[in-house]
């Protein structure tokens, strides 16, 4: 009898335990912010001051803003992309907007969803990624095709085309997708393959950024080794450049650079989001100067860079240039693009 009722005293306290349990799960997934408008849910006392950090010695920014900002006019900014022409186009709630170099609008594309990404082809095509399939548009915003979904797992971050070749970078799935023009997969790029020296990407949040090089390579950035790593097309990976550092001359945070960019003399642009700079480095990775830093993204200057709290938030920038050498700067923050070029002498 008493065997009995011990039995039935555990059975019933592992019960309760596993209610207990489940109403812990219940209530952590009630107060999981997905946005991040939250903040981190520090005190005030966790904040990290990077105040020093955020300052840029003067003599090392090379640039300077050559226009006024263009106003998108968008709520919320995704991404950014110059065609050969000079004209600017921006992503945000649910359209493609294109600008003249005066900022002039010179015509929107409206779109079924929230677009995450976009490039434009040498043939003036407009490739839009969502978040697990991409579609094509032509220069007037007729859409051409609409492409395979990748699966319920797929965010789709970044776009290039050289030629005959698509690579669509896939946060979700931590993979470089190739495509030929048709839409037709040719192989997946990056997967972790000891055996051919590749050690996988990590890709902590939702930035991950491709480019294909004058040479031939596939440029990707690998936010969580804070480094950029060159591909064939064939999925060799060549070498890789960057590292961690809070210097100036590394990349900083848990997870940068988050987006960037080939120069016509083949250096860098990158950018890095919460510590928010915009840095030029050479093709083989050594820093080259500043593009613009904090003090000159964030308003209140360097001691509102790292803030937490309700509405915190630590967007990613995006960037694009131009034959001509310029920087344009998608600022997600103020819904802007923001112009620069290289000051003279520099």
Known sequence: MNVRL???NTKVLIGVLIAAAVIVA?????????TGKRGSGLGK?????????A??????????????????????????????????????????????????????????????CLTVAGDGQVYVGFKEHLEIYD?????????????????????A??????????????????????????????ARDMDRNIPGFVIPSPYFDLAVGRDGLLRVSDPGRHRIEAYTFDGDLEFSWGGFSAGIEGFCGCCNPVNFAILADENFVTCEKGLIRVK???????????????????????????????GAQAGAFDVAVDTSGRIFVLDTHKGVVRIFTRKKGE
């Open 6 to 8: 011990a039995t039935a």
């Open 26 to 34: 219940i209530v952590a997934v009630v107060r999981l912010d997905t």
């Open 45 to 53: 006392e966790f904040v990290y001051d990077v105040g020093d950090l």
């Open 55 to 116: 300052k840029i010695d003067p003599n090392l920014i090379l640039y300077k803003e050559s226009t006024p900002a263009i106003d998108t006019g968008f709520t919320k900014t995704q991404a950014i992309a110059v065609d050969s022409e000079g004209s600017i186009y921006a992503a945000g709630d649910k359209a493609i907007r294109k600008f003249a170099e005066s900022g002039n609008l010179l015509g929107e594309t409206r779109l079924a969803g929230m677009p995450r």
């Open 139 to 159: 220069a007037q915003g007729k859409r051409l095709a609409t492409w395979q979904r990748l699966g319920d797992d797929a965010v789709l971050t970044s776009i």
């Open 161 to 190: 085309v050289s030629k005959n070749d698509v690579f669509v970078a896939d946060a979700g799935n931590r993979i470089v997708h190739h495509f030929d023009t048709t839409g037709k997969l040719i192989n997946r790029i990056g």
């Open 280 to 310: 030029i480095a050479d093709p083989d990775g050594a820093f080259v100067g500043v593009v613009a830093g904090p003090e000159q993204f964030v308003e209140g200057g360097a001691s509102r860079v790292s803030e937490y709290g309700p």
